[in-house]
C-alpha cells in the first residue's frame, strides 16, 4: 500500500516492489498475476481492516447516532494528500473503466459495505428520533458523493480541501439536512 501511494501504479514495477517486500517479481506475478490485481487484492485487504474499524464504531448502541455518523465521516475522509488509502481507490477508479466484470463486482462489494453502513445508521437514528425522517438509501448516496467529492480533493491536495476543511462543511451539512 505504501509503495502504490509513494509511487503510482503506473510507476511501480513488480521488480521494484519485489525489492521493497522481499520477495522476487516472480512470486509476486504468481500470486497476483497483473498489477491491476495486486492493486485491488491490496484495497480488499486495506478495506477489509477499515470495514472492521467502521464496524466497531457503528455498533456502540449507547453512543448517539450523531456522534457515531461523525466517527463514519472521520473514518471515511482521507487524512490529506497522498493518504495511502484513498491513494488506492484513486487508482482503483481510474482502472475501473477498462476492468473486468469481476473486478468491478469485487469494487461495488467494498463500496456496498460503506453504503450498508451508512444507511443502517441513518434509519437508527430516524427510528429513534435522533434525526428528521427521510429515506436513509437516498441520503446515504448523497452523503457518500459529497463525501467521495470533498475526500478526492482532500486527497489529491487541491488547495483550500483540507481534511479540517471539509470536515466543517460535512458537519455544517449534517446539521442543516439531518437534525429534526
Same mark, same amino acid.
Not at 47 to 50: D, S
Given at each position: #500500500?505504501?509503495?502504490?501511494? &509513494?509511487?503510482?501504479? &503506473?510507476? !511501480?514495477? #513488480?521488480?521494484?516492489?519485489?525489492? @521493497? %517486500?522481499?520477495?522476487?517479481?516472480?512470486?509476486l506475478l504468481y500470486y497476483f498475476r497483473t498489477k491491476d490485481e495486486l492493486l485491488l487484492q491490496t484495497l480488499e485487504w486495506s &478495506?477489509? $481492516?477499515?470495514g472492521a474499524e467502521r464496524s466497531a464504531l457503528l455498533s456502540r448502541q449507547a453512543t448517539p447516532v450523531r456522534e457515531r455518523l461523525a466517527a463514519y465521516v @472521520? !473514518?471515511? =475522509?482521507? @487524512?490529506?494528500?497522498? @493518504?495511502?488509502?484513498?491513494? !488506492?481507490? !484513486? &487508482? =482503483?477508479?481510474? $482502472?475501473?473503466q477498462n476492468a473486468d466484470d469481476d473486478a468491478r463486482a469485487r469494487q461495488a462489494a467494498i463500496e456496498g459495505a460503506w453504503h450498508r453502513d451508512l444507511v443502517a445508521l441513518l434509519a437508527e437514528g430516524v427510528s429513534r428520533g435522533e434525526l428528521r425522517p427521510l429515506d436513509a438509501d437516498r441520503y446515504?448516496?448523497?452523503?457518500?458523493?459529497?463525501?467521495?467529492?470533498?475526500? =478526492?480533493? %482532500?486527497?489529491?491536495?487541491i488547495p483550500g480541501t483540507s481534511r479540517a476543511q471539509v470536515l466543517a462543511h460535512v458537519r455544517e451539512f449534517l446539521e442543516d439536512v439531518l437534525l429534526p
Open positions: #500500500m505504501a509503495t502504490i501511494a &509513494e509511487r503510482g501504479l &503506473e510507476g !511501480l514495477t #513488480m521488480a521494484g516492489l519485489g525489492r @521493497d %517486500v522481499g520477495m522476487s517479481s516472480g512470486h &478495506e477489509g $481492516r477499515l @472521520d !473514518l471515511y =475522509v482521507p @487524512d490529506g494528500p497522498r @493518504d495511502p488509502h484513498w491513494t !488506492l481507490w !484513486l &487508482e =482503483v477508479w481510474n $482502472r475501473s446515504a448516496a448523497r452523503l457518500r458523493a459529497l463525501l467521495d467529492g470533498f475526500s =478526492v480533493h %482532500v486527497a489529491v491536495g
